[in-house]
């Protein structure tokens, strides 16, 4: 399957994932100027930069063969697909109570307060794939201007 890897050595630290991954996921997916203004704080990215301007990496999910956030979700809500691999959140199932987070060994899961301050949710990376790049590579591998994030095959981790 493939999956995407930060190399920390070429990360500018210019956090042009983190828009393009908000704009992927908001209404208006990949225009920016409408997912910042219209959406405003109700849409989250669910890639995030981790560093300084001497030493940033994002911190993406790398869709675990053995998912430990699957295996610690007391809602189901966490899931892996048997077939493509990859392992997403369902938002209507979380309970919010951040097992997820604590047992995510690259720390890529992100707990934000829900719509209408109901519970807080799970969110991290389904690799969206935008189109705008190779075919179906996701929106903040394109976006990145120096390659620090790639998507490619890989083995299960």
Same mark, same amino acid.
Request: aromatic share 6%; charged share 20%; hydrophobic share 35%.
């Given at each position: @399957?493939?999956?995407?890897?930060?190399?920390?050595?070429?990360?500018?630290?210019?956090?042009?994932?983190? %828009?393009?991954?908000?704009?992927?996921?908001?209404?208006?997916? #990949?225009?920016? %100027?409408?997912?910042?203004?219209?959406? #405003?704080?109700?849409?989250?990215?669910?890639?995030?930069?981790?560093?300084?301007?001497?030493?940033?990496?994002?911190?993406?999910?790398?869709?675990?063969?053995?998912?430990?956030?699957?295996?610690?979700?007391?809602?189901?809500? @966490?899931?892996?697909?048997? $077939? +493509? #691999?990859?392992? +997403?959140?369902?938002?209507?199932?979380?309970? #919010?109570?951040? +097992?997820? %987070?604590? @047992?995510?060994?690259?720390?890529?899961?992100?707990? %934000?307060?829900?719509?209408?301050?109901?519970?807080?949710?799970?969110?991290?990376?389904?690799?969206?794939?935008?189109?705008?790049?190779?075919?179906? $590579?996701?929106?903040?591998? +394109?976006?990145?201007?120096?390659?620090?994030? @790639?998507?490619?095959?890989?083995?299960?981790?």
């Amino acid at each position: @399957m493939k999956r995407i890897y930060a190399i920390p050595e070429w990360c500018v630290n210019c956090r042009r994932c983190e %828009v393009a991954c908000k704009a992927q996921h908001s209404p208006w997916p #990949g225009n920016i %100027v409408k997912a910042f203004t219209l959406a #405003g704080d109700e849409i989250y990215n669910r890639v995030r930069v981790e560093g300084d301007n001497i030493v940033s990496f994002a911190a993406n999910c790398r869709h675990c063969a053995k998912p430990k956030c699957v295996e610690g979700c007391i809602s189901g809500a @966490m899931q892996r697909d048997p $077939e +493509t #691999g990859v392992v +997403t959140s369902d938002p209507s199932r979380c309970v #919010g109570c951040r +097992t997820c %987070v604590s @047992m995510c060994p690259f720390g890529a899961i992100t707990v %934000v307060p829900a719509p209408l301050g109901v519970k807080p949710i799970a969110l991290k990376c389904d690799l969206c794939g935008d189109g705008a790049g190779a075919p179906g $590579e996701p929106s903040c591998v +394109t976006a990145c201007p120096n390659r620090a994030l @790639m998507y490619v095959e890989s083995e299960a981790m």
